[in-house]
């Protein structure tokens, strides 16, 4: 059955507008997918920088070596992720960074640990 106007002759305006519609619809789809794909990739090289952080800070504050501690870290970082440990005093603190190339942003995060050595009280009778 045809449709038609209020005199009674068939509409042909309206032919292929579903068409175009889901022509211009699906690639806007497939764009906030995408999107969305990436987002949830990036929080979760995110969760795994500030994973890496605190598993190095860990490690720097029970006086293990340099190159423990960068391993440590480096094992919970992300995929071509930079690590970076330094000494403030008696804080430790680790940084991982997830370089632009990977992700259009640069994801960091860093975590910080007091040495056990610089606290007081620890030990034996």
Same mark, same amino acid.
């Given at each position: 059955?045809?449709?038609?106007?209020?005199?009674?002759?068939?509409?042909?305006?309206?032919?292929?507008?579903?068409?175009?519609?889901?022509?211009?619809?699906?690639?806007?789809?497939?764009?906030?997918?995408?999107?969305?794909?990436?987002?949830?990739?990036?929080?979760?090289?995110?969760?795994?920088?500030?994973? &890496?952080?605190?598993?190095? &800070?860990?490690?720097?504050?029970?006086?293990?070596?340099?190159? $423990?501690?960068?391993?440590?870290?480096?094992? &919970?970082?992300?995929?071509?992720?930079?690590?970076?440990?330094?000494?403030?005093? $008696?804080?430790? *603190?680790? *940084?991982?960074?997830?370089?632009?190339? *990977?992700?259009?942003?640069?994801?960091?995060?860093?975590?910080?640990?007091?040495?056990?050595?610089?606290?007081?009280?620890?030990?034996?009778?």
């Amino acid at each position: 059955m045809r449709r038609s106007d209020r005199a009674g002759r068939p509409r042909r305006g309206d032919r292929g507008y579903v068409t175009a519609e889901t022509a211009m619809v699906i690639p806007m789809l497939v764009a906030l997918t995408g999107l969305l794909v990436w987002g949830v990739m990036a929080a979760a090289a995110q969760v795994r920088c500030v994973d &890496a952080a605190r598993a190095g &800070a860990r490690e720097a504050a029970r006086s293990e070596a340099p190159a $423990d501690v960068l391993k440590a870290a480096r094992a &919970a970082a992300p995929a071509g992720a930079q690590v970076s440990v330094r000494r403030d005093g $008696d804080t430790f *603190r680790v *940084r991982v960074t997830v370089p632009a190339p *990977r992700f259009p942003i640069t994801l960091t995060a860093e975590a910080a640990a007091l040495d056990e050595d610089a606290v007081g009280g620890g030990g034996g009778p």
